[in-house]
């Protein structure tokens, strides 16, 4: 069962993103503060969820009484600063579209830029042990999810509205027919393409 809070004394927002390991598209960010009393059922790390539970679940993170917000860093941002900077970065742009500006931030995973003057504690696995997290895991990926799949529209061969721009085989084989596009990430396809190369000589 996961917790409520680390600290009841003191608003926690749970911070958690989406999308790192892809080879198009942002990455997403979210941050959450979620009330002591609050209970939802279901709330777990999003990479447990199906799709239907994570829509139904997002829907009622959202009308409940918390104050959450979701960011993204592009795909260009994250060949100029890398993944892991990005990541840190749409979370910062998350927190700083809270109404209400927490006294402490759990973020899911080993690693954490600080963020102003507000002290952090990083939580491997966070999303299974901290609803704030959890629910931001959710927000993360369902809005990415979107995002991935309002793009599709434009490159429906990539197969983003199934893949949402994770290196599967199709991916990279459209990749390797039609070659990258204004969304991909140049650094991560890099890889991909030198092989190709290495292939052709």
């Given at each position: 069962?996961l917790?409520?809070f680390?600290?009841?004394n003191i608003?926690?927002?749970?911070c958690?993103?989406?999308?790192r390991g892809?080879?198009?598209?942002?990455?997403?960010?979210?941050?959450?503060?979620w009330p002591v009393?609050?209970?939802?059922?279901?709330?777990?790390?999003?990479?447990?969820l199906?799709?239907?539970?994570?829509?139904?679940?997002?829907?009622?993170?959202e009308?409940a009484?918390i104050d959450?917000a979701?960011?993204l860093?592009d795909?260009?941002?994250?060949?100029?600063?890398n993944?892991?900077?990005a990541?840190f970065l749409?979370?910062?742009?998350?927190?700083?579209q809270l109404?209400?500006?927490?006294?402490?931030?759990?973020?899911?995973?080993?690693?954490?830029?600080?963020?102003?003057n507000i002290?952090?504690s990083?939580?491997?696995?966070?999303d299974?042990?901290y609803?704030?997290?959890?629910?931001a895991s959710i927000?993360a990926?369902?809005y990415?999810d979107?995002?991935?799949?309002?793009?599709?529209?434009?490159?429906?061969e990539y197969?983003?509205?199934?893949?949402?721009?994770?290196a599967t085989?199709?991916?990279?084989?459209?990749?390797l027919r039609?070659?990258i596009?204004?969304?991909?990430?140049?650094?991560?396809c890099?890889?991909?393409?030198?092989?190709?190369k290495?292939?052709?000589?």
């Amino acid at each position: 069962m996961l917790k409520n809070f680390h600290n009841i004394n003191i608003i926690e927002a749970g911070c958690d993103e989406a999308g790192r390991g892809c080879l198009a598209g942002p990455v997403f960010a979210a941050a959450v503060i979620w009330p002591v009393d609050l209970t939802i059922d279901g709330i777990d790390d999003s990479k447990k969820l199906n799709k239907k539970q994570r829509e139904t679940l997002k829907e009622k993170i959202e009308k409940a009484n918390i104050d959450y917000a979701v960011a993204l860093v592009d795909h260009s941002s994250i060949d100029e600063i890398n993944i892991l900077n990005a990541s840190f970065l749409a979370m910062h742009k998350a927190l700083d579209q809270l109404t209400i500006t927490p006294q402490h931030l759990l973020i899911d995973g080993p690693r954490f830029n600080a963020y102003k003057n507000i002290e952090h504690s990083c939580i491997i696995k966070g999303d299974g042990k901290y609803i704030s997290i959890a629910a931001a895991s959710i927000l993360a990926k369902t809005y990415r999810d979107a995002y991935m799949q309002k793009i599709d529209l434009e490159y429906p061969e990539y197969g983003w509205k199934d893949n949402k721009g994770y290196a599967t085989l199709k991916h990279r084989e459209a990749i390797l027919r039609f070659g990258i596009t204004k969304y991909h990430r140049k650094v991560f396809c890099r890889n991909i393409l030198n092989q190709q190369k290495m292939l052709l000589k």
